[in-house]
């Protein structure tokens, strides 16, 4: 594949086209010894409809990137923008799935989905209604009135998915949604947001440790560098054509070659990554 499968810089997205760009983006943290930099630089660009996932070391900023796209976290320098603002707080236009889950544990599956509508505003009825369309959607139509301890690993995550995407964000940012499943459980998960995000191609950024999972998904896959002072270091295209079927698309010579040519950069970030941590 070689260089024809690296994508073009993330900077020659036309502004006016992209959901998600961060421009030169460095976040700080103050330290007891002065100031830590996370990440430092960093610029990326998600276009409108399009599945970005970002790969790299444990520890290296995937989060903190997400969470600066999110708004939760400002940049120390550098500038965010969605769909040509600059955001200066909170990203109204996405929605956040995260590792864990964010389900009240005192509320049903149907009262869980149907909250961010309420808070908006929705009439109860209403929101009740279209959150059952949602857990129908996510497969659990019958799992209305089960509360989350009721529910599986697997079952709460469709439950936080319908939950996300009722509010219908413009933008998805998921942080490592699927980490905690098994792996036949999050093959089916990632089949699932493959076929629900099809529907309407909303922007995603998704990050994620497992590289097969990121190929499988998307359509660019970017590799951030061991920290500190993160970076990007690469980013990579997709040349694999949809619909996909993430247990079918790992058979394929293309996944395999792509696999091996984005692991040998990742490698030795992982191995810095492991000697920085002590391990």
């Known amino acids: 594949m070689g260089e024809a499968a690296v994508a073009e810089k993330s900077g020659s997205i036309n502004p006016a086209s992209r959901a998600v760009g961060l421009n030169g983006v460095t976040i700080a943290f103050t330290v007891a010894n002065g100031t830590y930099n996370a990440v430092e630089q960093a610029s990326l660009s998600v276009a409108d409809g399009e599945f970005v996932s ?12 997400l969470n600066a796209a999110a708004g939760l976290i400002a940049p120390a320098a550098g500038s965010v923008d969605v769909f040509g603002r600059t955001l200066t707080g909170l990203n109204h236009d996405a929605g956040y799935l995260f590792q864990s889950d964010a389900l009240f544990p005192w509320k049903t599956a149907i009262d869980n989905v149907a909250i961010g509508l309420e808070i908006a505003g929705v009439d109860t009825a209403e929101a009740k209604r279209r959150a059952q369309e949602w857990l129908t959607r996510v497969g659990l139509g019958n799992f209305a009135n089960r ?17 996300v995407l009722i509010r219908d964000p413009k933008i998805l940012l998921m942080d490592e949604p699927f980490g905690p499943l098994d792996a036949q459980t999050r093959q089916i998960m990632g089949n699932l947001l493959l076929d629900l995000w099809s529907a309407d191609k909303k922007a995603v950024l998704f990050v994620t440790h497992d590289l097969e999972e990121a190929i499988a998904l998307s359509d ?4 951030m560098s061991a920290g500190p002072a993160s970076h990007i270091i690469g980013d990579w295209k997709v040349p694999i054509a949809r619909p996909r079927d993430i247990s079918e698309v790992k058979l394929e010579k293309g996944f395999h070659e792509l696999h091996r040519e984005i692991w040998n950069m990742l490698k030795a970030e992982v191995l810095k990554g492991y000697a920085q941590s002590g391990a």
């Open 54 to 65: 970002i790969v790299g070391p444990t520890g290296c900023g995937k989060s903190t990137l």
């Open 220 to 223: 660019r896959v970017v590799i």
């Open 147 to 163: 509360y989350p301890h009721m529910l599986s690993g697997g079952q709460r995550k469709r439950v936080g998915l319908a939950q």
